[in-house]
């Protein structure tokens, strides 16, 4: 068996092959974004793929966001140390947050996870550091500042790593990042309010509270989802905006695709989850519109309630293949893309949802299951100053790492490549100035096209129009 000593000079040997300065390149950036973009709305619903395009043009940030994919083939130029582990694809800002373990504490972690692959840990961090870079430029900060939020992202993966080399593989499992924990180190006024209003709003995102937001109840009684276009529509109804040829558009029911789901879902649940599910009964489903880069993939709301009619809102959201898959060696072993999610989400988290499972619809497509909204919370960017987004990039970093050391075992060689100096941080700042500019030039290109008609871009507010009474 091998030493920590031994694990630790593995890391250390492998910047022979791959120098930690070589990091700072930017990839292959040597192409045209439109295809790549155009090539990620295959098999979306159609008339959604001009929201996603009306989201995308708000800023440079949100094209970043949207465009997992087009990162994926830029990382794939870039070098790695030669170690695959279990990533999350998609590590930008806006994809960590707090969430509720199944006790109901409040954690912190990523919480994204429809790339998660097999693939370099760099890819991961690369992302993240671009995106820290690419939001404060959006938010405009400042060059001091941005190059000091690279730095501490990267500071704190760096560390965090380090602590989790010299644990045992039972309390790298059982670690965790608390809210709790981030109150603790909060290192200003500032930090500390963000943090308290974040476990506030935690607190506030139950299902009770989200019920009479979206529902309502029928002239019969019946509860019902509420129409809120683009936002949340029926399938069947004169308000969808499924496509006209779209499978789901001819169903005569939401029953039908809804029992199909639950088939093939409730096996994936531990025995006890399936007994408390078995204690709620369906009143509707719905269409429901997510994120950036989710916008016109299938996402499905669906509300249950108890004999006490407290509600239950589960999340059916489509899985499919992970952006990664075409740009790594290794190839996985789940050919289900739901299961590759919530198998990667299991791994990376120290906690995940009570009712994640994973099922297919009627006409093969792959989803995954777990609770919509349930305590979650995410950063509002727009609201922190220097010092608070920089406690924010820290803790980014940090869960991150403790992502990686957890579902790989790997942190030993890990931190021995990184080592103790700044040489990956310099690398990587450097990578992430090069890139923001790589996509403030895509994100040109991308205007452009929406203006000249190649592609079509509309916001929320003209779905809206369009079904004004």
Not at 212 to 231: F, N, Y
Not at 296 to 313: E, I
Not at 430 to 446: C, L
């Amino acid at each position: 068996m091998t030493t920590l000593k031994d694990r630790l000079k593995c890391g250390r040997d492998a910047r022979k092959q791959c120098s930690r300065g070589s990091h700072a390149a930017p990839g292959d950036i040597d192409r045209d974004p439109l295809p790549i973009i155009e090539t990620s709305n295959e098999g979306r619903v159609k008339s959604l793929v001009e929201l996603r395009y009306g989201r995308m043009l708000v800023s440079p940030f949100t094209f970043y966001r949207g465009n997992a994919l087009l990162h994926a083939h830029d990382l794939a130029g870039t070098p790695n140390m030669g170690l695959a582990v279990p990533v999350c694809g998609d590590a930008h800002l806006m994809n960590f947050g707090g969430f509720a373990t199944p006790e109901r504490n409040l954690l912190f972690s990523v919480n994204d996870f429809d790339e998660a692959y097999s693939g370099p840990w760099e890819w991961d961090l690369k992302r993240l550091v671009a995106s820290v870079l690419i939001a404060a430029r959006d938010l405009r900060h400042g060059k001091t500042v941005e190059e000091n939020l690279c730095r501490e992202a990267v500071a704190a993966y760096q560390r965090t790593m380090a602590d989790c080399a010299n644990q045992g593989a039972l309390d790298l499992w059982y670690d965790s990042i608390s809210y709790e924990d981030l109150l603790a180190q909060a290192q200003s006024n500032s930090t500390l309010a963000h943090v308290e209003r974040a476990i506030q709003k935690a607190e506030r995102r139950t299902h009770a509270e989200l019920l009479p937001k979206i529902s309502e109840r029928d002239a019969h009684g019946q509860l019902l989802i509420r129409d809120d276009l683009p936002e949340i529509f029926h399938l069947n109804n004169a308000t969808s905006l499924l496509d006209a040829d779209d499978d789901w558009a001819g169903l005569k029911n939401w029953q039908t695709l809804y029992g199909a789901f639950m088939r093939d879902y409730r096996p994936t649940l531990q025995a006890d989850r399936r007994e408390l599910l078995s204690r709620f009964e369906v009143q509707d489903m719905a269409f429901k519109v997510v994120g950036v880069g989710s916008v016109g993939t299938r996402c499905l709301v669906a509300l249950l309630t108890d004999d006490q009619q407290h509600p239950l809102f589960l999340q059916i959201k489509e899985a499919r293949r992970s952006v990664l898959s075409g740009y790594v060696k290794s190839k996985s072993r789940i050919r289900h893309n739901g299961q590759r999610v919530v198998e990667g989400q299991r791994l990376m988290q120290s906690a995940s949802d009570l009712f994640l499972g994973w099922t297919t619809d009627l006409n093969g497509r792959h989803f995954y299951v777990r609770q919509l909204r349930d305590m979650k919370v995410s950063a509002e960017l727009e609201n922190f100053d220097a010092e608070a987004f920089a406690a924010y990039a820290r803790i980014c970093g940090r869960a991150l790492a403790h992502a990686h050391a957890k579902a790989s075992g790997r942190a030993a060689q890990i931190s021995g490549y990184i080592g103790k100096s700044a040489s990956l941080a310099d690398a990587l700042l450097s990578y992430a100035q090069a890139y923001a500019e790589q996509n403030d030039r895509d994100f040109e290109r991308f205007q452009k096209a929406c203006r000249t008609g190649r592609l079509q871009a509309r916001s929320e507010a003209d779905f809206a129009a369009d079904h004004l009474p």
